[in-house]
T-cell receptor, first 112, second 116 residues
Framework: GQQLNQSPQSMFIQEGEDVSMNCTSS?????WLWYKQDPGEGPVLLIA?????ELTSNGRLTAQFGITRKDSFLNISASIPSDVGIYFC????????????FGQGTILTVHP | ETGVTQTPRHLVMGMTNKKSLKCEQH?????MYWYKQSAKKPLELMFV???????ENNSVPSRFSPECPNSSHLFLHLHTLQPEDSALYLC???????????????FGPGTRLTVL
């Protein structure tokens, strides 16, 4: 089946640093999504990407849909303590009928 | 109220109990989903409903029984669960559910279920 390989699995950074995480797959997708999940809560959509090569920003967050349609990255600039959480990539439009495939998540810890 | 809501937020039940989880979406979407999230595992899709019809059942044990009475409401009926069923159960909705679709899913806050 389709899989997303998300890396890194965890990151420990200082407040103010920039963060970069990515997802790769051997399959082609039509949509890449990035979610953030706080403890005990559901994932919240951060950025949605619908076109290969698309670069989209949401405040301090920037994400890109890889030109090969097999990968995506998420950057967070000037991290702050409330950026702490688990970040998931998800992709849709491959061989799975309308379903989302999720990455394993990146656990982000920000030290003040 | 907007978005996707779930009740209860926390549930503790014994293995012989029967309980139900409720999800409601206020987004005018046509598709709704149940996911299971266990510690250190990717999200697992359980069921998908499109226009109130079940279109996906990912080999989920029969002790989990979904119900979708209309496009805004989704239930998950639970009976004779096992301790390993303890997890965060997430509901999501999207505009539509279609092949190769680009429909973004929006999640509820989840129900934290503990089975004793």
């Amino acid at each position: 089946g389709q899989q997303l390989n998300q890396s890194p699995q965890s990151m420990f950074i200082q407040e103010g640093e920039d963060v970069s995480m990515n997802c790769t797959s051997s399959s082609i997708f039509n949509t890449w999504l990035w979610y953030k999940q706080d403890p005990g809560e559901g994932p919240v959509l951060l950025i949605a990407l619908y076109k290969a090569g698309e670069l989209t920003s949401n405040g301090r967050l920037t994400a890109q849909f890889g030109i090969t349609r097999k990968d995506s990255f998420l950057n967070i600039s000037a991290s702050i303590p409330s950026d702490v959480g688990i970040y998931f990539c998800a992709a849709a439009g491959g061989t799975s009928y309308g379903k989302l495939t999720f990455g394993q998540g990146t656990i982000l810890t920000v030290h003040p | 109220e907007t978005g996707v809501t779930q009740t209860p937020r926390h549930l503790v039940m014994g293995m012989t109990n029967k309980k139900s989880l409720k999800c409601e979406q206020h987004l005018g979407h046509n598709a709704m989903y149940w996911y299971k999230q266990s510690a250190k595992k990717p999200l697992e899709l359980m069921f998908v409903y499109s226009l109130e019809e079940r279109v996906e059942n990912n080999s989920v044990p029969s002790r989990f029984s979904p119900e979708c009475p209309n496009s805004s409401h989704l239930f998950l009926h639970l009976h004779t669960l096992q301790p390993e069923d303890s997890a965060l159960y997430l509901c999501a909705s999207s505009q539509d559910f279609r092949r190769g679709g680009t429909d973004t899913q929006y999640f509820g806050p989840g129900t934290r279920l503990t089975v004793l």
